[in-house]
């Protein structure tokens, strides 16, 4: 079997929130095996072992330590087919609802 090219796989653009704060995230990932819910999980997992691993400074890794990855909700907003696509639409949502966690060096 054939692998599926890159800009025909599915995306799904997710929203996540930081329950003590309110604060926000969207973000982008590849639709993996075992599905939307199995993927989300998973990218919480990663975005938590970066900022943890790593120390990372961006706004969204410094909230996930202070408070914990049981302290976010995650869901997808929209699976997207096509990587152009998918990333042309998370930069307009990012663009216009102005997530805070999504800028990586804010100050707060």
Not at 12 to 23: A, L, N, R
Not at 38 to 45: G, P, S, V
Request: net charge positive.
């Amino acid at each position: 079997m054939a692998r599926k090219k890159r800009s025909d796989r599915n995306y799904i653009i997710y929203h996540m929130v930081c329950i003590p704060t309110g604060e926000e995230y969207l973000g982008l990932t590849v639709v993996k095996p075992g599905g939307a819910e199995r993927t989300l999980k998973n990218r919480l997992q990663q975005h938590y072992y970066k900022a943890t691993a790593y120390g990372f400074d961006w706004t969204l890794a410094k909230r996930l330590r202070k408070f914990g990855k049981e302290s976010f909700s995650i869901k997808a907003i929209n699976t997207v087919r096509g990587k152009a696509v998918a990333y042309a639409m998370e930069a307009e949502l990012i663009n216009d609802l102005k997530p805070e966690l999504n800028s990586k060096f804010r100050k707060k």
